[in-house]
């Protein structure tokens, strides 16, 4: 892309189940990989939902299936990078379809970027956020330690990214105390509004969000409708044996399972 067609499709899907989402998803992916759309931010909120990465374990989930259904909460395995987490309504889900090789073929590189979104995002209601050492995400220091406001966990295929970032704004965090969130112990889930101890607008965080991806990727943003978006693919074409070989996919699946876990 030169300088002047360098854009990104924003898709605001609002709240959809976890399923579809990942289906989504694997459709955008497989029309980025045949070129036949420029890379895209996918975001959404989901369903009250707990998901399960590749790096995770059973046992980091403290519900079992009688309470979950009570709670009317889905459990999902998952094949992004990362331990267990949950998704709710007042979160907001970024789903970055990216192709790296016309950005930066770097799996730590694309990590922090996506920390630095949410960092800006925090920055411009005043948050200070930061990231910790070891633990992917964004976290904010509080009078009860460090807490955890954004969680991170990645895929790649063939360069081009799927899955991606959770920024809690509104959410209910007592949904938490049904897992060890990302696998730590003994730490601690936040939101922006309770980190303010105001009521803040979805529609204005998800706003921040975009700016601070679009600078920090260095395009510019369109926002594609569903009806739009629902065409495009229809036309997509397959990406059977497009862009790249089986071995590159999996040595970048073994990377981004080492270092891109939730955090």
């Known amino acids: 892309m030169t300088r002047a067609t360098k854009a990104f499709w924003v898709i605001h899907q609002g709240l959809i189940p976890y399923g579809p989402a990942c289906e989504l998803q694997r459709q955008l992916v497989q029309a980025r990989k045949a070129r036949a759309i420029p890379d895209v931010l996918l975001l959404c909120e989901h369903p009250h939902v707990i998901t399960l990465g590749r790096n995770g374990t059973r046992d980091h989930l403290h519900a079992g299936d009688a309470l979950l259904e009570q709670m009317n909460v889905e459990f999902h395995t998952s094949d992004r990078g990362g331990d267990i987490t949950y998704h709710g309504p007042g979160q907001i889900v970024g789903y970055p379809i990216l192709d790296l090789t016309e950005h930066r073929r770097d799996i730590g590189w694309y990590v922090q ?105 260095d395009r510019e943003s369109r926002k594609i409708s569903g009806i739009e978006l629902e065409q495009i693919l229809r036309g997509a074409p397959a990406m059977a044996g497009h862009a790249g070989s089986v071995v590159e996919e999996m040595n970048c699946l073994k990377e981004i399972s080492d270092q891109c876990p939730i955090a």
């Not at 970027?113 to 220091?141: C, N, P, T, Y």
């Not at 990214?161 to 959770?166: E, P």
């Not at 936040?190 to 706003?207: H, P, Y």
Request: aromatic residues 8%.
């Open 113 to 217: 970027k996506l920390e630095e979104v949410m960092v800006g995002a925090s920055a411009d209601f005043g948050i200070v956020a930061k990231r910790v050492e070891g633990q992917h995400g964004v976290w904010i220091d509080t009078p009860n330690g460090e807490e955890k406001l954004g969680a991170l966990g990645v895929h790649l295929s063939r360069w081009v990214t799927s899955h991606g970032f959770a920024y809690n704004v509104s959410t209910d965090l007592r949904y938490f105390d049904l897992i060890v969130p990302c696998g730590i112990a003994g730490k601690r889930v936040t939101s922006v509004e309770r980190a303010l101890g105001r009521a803040v607008s979805m529609n204005v965080a998800r706003e921040r969000l975009i700016e601070h991806f679009a600078s920090i990727f």
